[in-house]
């Protein structure tokens, strides 16, 4: 198996090869260096028998998820091109190999193949938060998630209490796992080229949440808190009569949002919704 993939064309041959037109509206941004995507999936020890990658692009990801001797990987991505371009790596690997061509952020990904599953996935830009907010929705059917980021996204989900970074998405997402931030990847490492560096950050959901509260109710409360974040809580809950419920769990009204402990959010959203 080790000589077919060596005879694999590059990923930038792949990409002439096929004609792809590189689409910015999808967020499209390919990571060509195979070194870094083995190093991703090294870290992700992607040995799970379903494991899931979205937006797989020329399948730089792909093949070293393939390599690493892993169960049934399951691509998803909204780009018909997807298609073609992995043509190569499903000929190769044919029954390990599932290419689905739909929208991931619409898609019931957890329900695919057999547990355990875990996602790694190089993020489109433009909708990595959706997708991740709609997987904690449904977290208990992932054993791990080796996500790419922007690195200032990548920031806003590890960020901890206290800090500028932290906000909604560090809440729900630290609130159902524990997340570790692996390494940046630079930006000339993809093509096209983005303005920004990219981060990869490893969630591992925790066997219960950290608090029992609706993922609705905490979601609503974080929206709430953080639009606008350089006021007191008792400000941004005013609406609401959060006031009260904060004197009630004996929390100071007139901390800013970013000073709340993630379990006193918790707190707050099971008393007020």
Known sequence: MHQ?????????????????????????????DLNLTDKIVKKSNAITPTIIEV????????????????????????????KKMLTD?????????????????????????KAPRQIIANLPYNVGTKML??????????????LMFQKEVAERIIAKPGTKNYGRLSILTNWLTESSKLFDIPSEAFIPKPKVKSTVIQLKPFSKPLYDVPFESLEKLTHLAFSQKRKMIKTSLKEISGEKILKELNICPNLRPEHL??????KIAKKLF
């Open 261 to 266: 402990s993630i379990v006193q959010f918790c």
């Open 89 to 113: 790596l499903e000929e190769i690997y044919n029954n390990r190999l599932k290419v689905i061509i739909e929208d991931a952020l619409h898609y019931p990904i957890w329900n695919l193949g």
């Open 55 to 82: 937006g797989p692009g020329p399948g730089s990801l792909t093949r070293s998820i393939l390599k690493n001797k892993s169960g049934v990987v399951y691509t998803i991505d909204k780009d018909f091109q997807s």
């Open 4 to 32: 077919k993939i060596k005879k694999l064309p590059s990923i930038k041959e792949t990409l002439k090869n096929n004609n792809v037109i590189i689409n910015k509206a999808l967020g499209q941004n390919f990571l060509f």
């Open 133 to 146: 907010i709609t997987w904690l929705k449904n977290i208990q059917n992932f054993d791990l998630l080796t």
